[in-house]
Each structure stands twice: as structure tokens, then as C-alpha cells.
């Protein structure tokens, strides 16, 4: 049965299903407590308890794609309120390398970072270095940019470099496509992802101390993503992302996507949307029940010159801004604005990389912003500036009118099914 399972053929999901509870018997170690739910829409404020951190959701989390958020050291991380960023199983595995992270005791010790971390597996890397990759059963074969080797990224690597990364939450290894994609590619793609999650959990050496998610597939069919959605819930999983989205298609599909996920994927569990950062989606998807979300955004915009606002980003290379001696944003609370101007800003990226650690702090402590305040204690369901929704309305083409009624809740239908 093990051999079956390593190679993915040859057994039914059903079968699959079966072999994989009992592996999964062990408890989690997490735990979401659901703190307040919308009545309107499926926004929720929940602690999402994990070994390192107990993090509040919904949470954005800052991409440290090789153990290291860019511009940003891990204590200026943690001074900003941030409880958990992400690592990349493919860059780590590459460079330095599981042995020598995993000799650090782990990834944590290896940054000096005591939250949480989220690893993912490498399977994005499918389609941003497709021209470096084949997929086949056994798993992604793949070029390496640095030295040119050939090397394979089976799910059982992957689980392995992740256990080896010590992380909070790990990623499966699945199947990735464009969401442009359409055809019998996408079907192979999410029947595959099934198999492929079976094998990460039997290879999860630490089920104990770290939570394997797994990761919905389907492109922007319905029908496969239900699929996908009825075969990986039998799994009892930690916890459950949404994946193959967010690639450039019309952002009716993509929210739809989003709605179908969220109304199958059990409530007790957490929901994580990846690869999303934008104000408007963020906006969107918590009040479409998502609790997680990832993307590079903020920070890599920030090395460009890009400080975002509720009302849309700000260039801070442009000469507007060289005797503009306000903060970047008046209302916002961070050491970047509570200490320099735009005018400072501007100066520096004439001449100091300075500039692009200042705009990266800020635009850290923006993204929770983006998403609303969330107390504790009674706490409410996030809250929205008006002027995020003002400002990316035009270019979501369908998004409506946000507003609170009388309910004390800052949110409204969206014009969608919830």
C-alpha cells in the first residue's frame, strides 16, 4: 500500500481517502477560534492558534521568500504587530539548503524568528519558472537557475525540505496551473493535486508539531473546482488554501471562484487565499469568509518607489513630491510616517537604498490596515476605509457600494452569492 501511495497511481481517491485518515488520527497543533462572524456576509475575526504565535485573522502575511522579508529585518517584523510571514520550500531547499537550516535547529532559529511561519511548497514555482520546469506523476522536474542542475521536487521532497524547515504551516505540493489555463490540462492538474496531497500527508514525519494545508484546485471551472473541493475535504487537514487563482483572469471569475471555495470548505477550519494582496481583493475576500492572505506586493512595490495609501500608492520618485513635507499618510500610525516627510522620501531615493527599507515598513503596516482592525475582546468584524473602496471600484468594474447599515457591522453585499 506505501508503494501505491508513493507513486499516486494505480488507487482510487476513495481508497486514498481511507488509507490517509488513518495517518491523520494524530491531533493538530492548531486551533481556530472563532471570535465574530458578519451576519450579512461570511467575514469572520478569528485567533488562529499555532505552535509559535497565536495570530489574529484575517491576517496578510509578508512573503520572506529565502528567510528573510526584503528590506525589513525580522526584529523590525515582529516590532510592527506581524505573527507570521512566509518562507519558500523551493529557494530554501535550493539555497542554503534544508541540512544546513535544519543542523540551525529549523528555520525560526535560523532567522531569528520566533512566530509563526508558514512554508510553501514550490509548486508555484511551476508556473513562474515554467520555462525551467516539467511536471510529471512523480513530481516537477525542474532547471535550477543557480547552477543549472536538474533536480526533482517530488511531494515527498517537499514535505521533507518543510519538516526539515521546521514551519507552523506547511504546504502541500500540488499541481499548479495559470488560471488563463483552460481544457483537459487544468483536470489533469486538480486530479493530480488529490494524489499529490495524499502522499505529502504519509510523508509528514511531524504531524505532531506542524500543520499540513491543502490547496483547492480547479482553474475557473466549477465543476472540477467542486471536485476538488469534495475529494480534499474528506482529508481532515489543519487547514485548507485556495489555489490557482489570481493570475490575470476577470475579476467576476475570480471572486465567484472564491464564493464556490468558501461555501464548501468546512467552517471550523482555516481558509487561506494565496497569492493575493491588493486592497479591493482583500476587501472582497474577507467578506467572502477568507481568513489568510499572501502576496509579494507590498514589499516588492515598495523597492520600486511605491508607498500604498487608502486611496491608491504614492511614487515617491516623482518631483511632486520634493518639498511635500507631509507624512505618507496623515492617518496612518507607523515609525515610517509618524518620523519622515515625502519630501525625505523623495531625497533619499536619489541616493540611499534607505528610502526602500522606510516604504517597505510602511507598506507592511498598511496591508492589516487594508483589512480592518480587530479587538480581542468582542471584537468586531473588520472594518473597511471608504476610501480603499473608492479608489479601486473603477478598476474592479463590479465592485458596489460598500456600507454599514444599522447592524454595527462595516460590511454589506456585495452584489455576490454568499
Not at 51 to 77: C, E, N, R
Not at 124 to 147: A, C, H, I, N, R
Not at 238 to 265: C, Q, R, Y
Not at 301 to 327: I, N
Request: proline residues 6%.
Amino acid at each position: 500500500m506505501a508503494a501505491t501511495i508513493e507513486c499516486g497511481e494505480g488507487i482510487s481517491t476513495s481508497d486514498s481517502a481511507m488509507y490517509v485518515k488513518k495517518v491523520l488520527s494524530a491531533a493538530s497543533p492548531l486551533t481556530l477560534k472563532i471570535i465574530a462572524e458578519c451576519p450579512v456576509t461570511k467575514a469572520r475575526a478569528c485567533d488562529l492558534i499555532l505552535p509559535h504565535s497565536t495570530v489574529s485573522t484575517p491576517v496578510f502575511m509578508p512573503v520572506g521568500t529565502q528567510g528573510t522579508v526584503k528590506g525589513i529585518t525580522a526584529d523590525q517584523l515582529g516590532s510592527l504587530g506581524c505573527e507570521i510571514c512566509l518562507g519558500n520550500t523551493y529557494h530554501l531547499g535550493m539555497r542554503p539548503g534544508p541540512d544546513l537550516i535544519e543542523r540551525a535547529n529549523g528555520l525560526h532559529s535560523f532567522m531569528n524568528w520566533k512566530r509563526s511561519i508558514l512554508t510553501d511548497s514550490g509548486g508555484f514555482q511551476m508556473v513562474s519558472l515554467v520555462e525551467l520546469s516539467e511536471v510529471t506523476e512523480e513530481g516537477v522536474k525542474f532547471q535550477s537557475p543557480y547552477d543549472g542542475k536538474e533536480i526533482l521536487l517530488s511531494p515527498e521532497k517537499s514535505i521533507s525540505i518543510q519538516n526539515s524547515l521546521g514551519s507552523d504551516i506547511m504546504m502541500q505540493l500540488d499541481d499548479v496551473v495559470s488560471s488563463t489555463v483552460k481544457g483537459p490540462r487544468v483536470e489533469e492538474a486538480m486530479h493530480r493535486s488529490i494524489r499529490w496531497l495524499d502522499r505529502c500527508i504519509a510523508a509528514n514525519k511531524n504531524p505532531e508539531k506542524q500543520n499540513l494545508f491543502a490547496i483547492i484546485q480547479g482553474g475557473l471551472d466549477a465543476e472540477l473546482r467542486k471536485a476538488c473541493l469534495n475529494e480534499m475535504t474528506q482529508r481532515d487537514v489543519p487547514g485548507f488554501a485556495i489555489g490557482g487563482l489570481s493570475g490575470g483572469e476577470e475579476k467576476d471569475d475570480f471572486w465567484k471562484m472564491v464564493t464556490l471555495s468558501t461555501n464548501h470548505l468546512p467552517r471550523e477550519k482555516p481558509r487561506y487565499l494565496m497569492g493575493v494582496g491588493y486592497s479591493v481583493d482583500l476587501v472582497v475576500c474577507v467578506a467572502l469568509g477568507c481568513d489568510m492572505f499572501d502576496c509579494v506586493f507590498p514589499t516588492r512595490t515598495a523597492r520600486l518607489g511605491s508607498a500604498l495609501v487608502p486611496w491608491g500608492s504614492l511614487q515617491m520618485k516623482h518631483k511632486q513630491y520634493a518639498k511635500d513635507f507631509q507624512p505618507i499618510d496623515p492617518d496612518c500610525q507607523c515609525p515610517t510616517c509618524k518620523r519622515h516627510s515625502r519630501a525625505y522620501l523623495h531625497a533619499l531615493f536619489k541616493s540611499d537604498t534607505a528610502a526602500m527599507h522606510h516604504i517597505t515598513i510602511h507598506n507592511i503596516v498598511y496591508q492589516p490596515d487594508a483589512l480592518g482592525e480587530a479587538e480581542h475582546h468582542g471584537r468586531q468584524i473588520p472594518r473597511v476605509h471608504p476610501d480603499v473602496h473608492e479608489a479601486n471600484v473603477s478598476l474592479s468594474g463590479s465592485v458596489p457600494q460598500l456600507g454599514c447599515g444599522g447592524s454595527g457591522f462595516c460590511w454589506r453585499d456585495f452584489g455576490l452569492e454568499l
